[in-house]
């Protein structure tokens, strides 16, 4: 099970960290992707950490914006993010799918609950 937290109202240029935590396991051998879906809009692939911790993948939109990593306990991901700009609100989740870390929701075989972030102008 996934439990998301951090989400919120930021200004633009602000920041934001959101976290995602394995309730009752650990993301060992598991990659963590982030999601999110706009209001009217089909949820959409940000960014993530592959099961190792070591490699990291990102929309354009968000490279050199938002970082994705993993606590040492290997039990939350984070995805940090900054220079928040309004089209980056939305409904954000994690997912974790083992042994995969792309950009294909239908991969993921566990899904957070999601956390809302507002960017306003």
């Known amino acids: 099970r996934l439990v998301e937290s951090g989400g919120g109202l930021a200004q633009a240029g602000g920041s934001l960290r959101l976290a995602c935590v394995a309730s009752?396991?650990?993301?060992?051998?598991?990659?963590v992707g982030w999601f999110r879906q706009a209001p009217g809009k089909e949820r959409e692939f940000v960014a993530a950490l592959s099961w190792s911790a070591k490699t990291t993948y990102y929309i354009d939109p968000v490279k050199d914006r938002f970082v994705v990593s993993r606590d040492s306990a290997e039990t939350t991901t984070y995805l940090e993010m900054n220079n928040l700009k309004p089209e980056d609100t939305g409904v954000y989740y994690c997912a974790a799918a083992e042994l995969y870390f792309g950009g294909e929701p239908s991969t993921y075989e566990y899904w957070g609950q999601g956390t809302q972030v507002t960017v306003s102008s």
């Open positions: 009752g396991s650990t993301f060992n051998n598991y990659g």
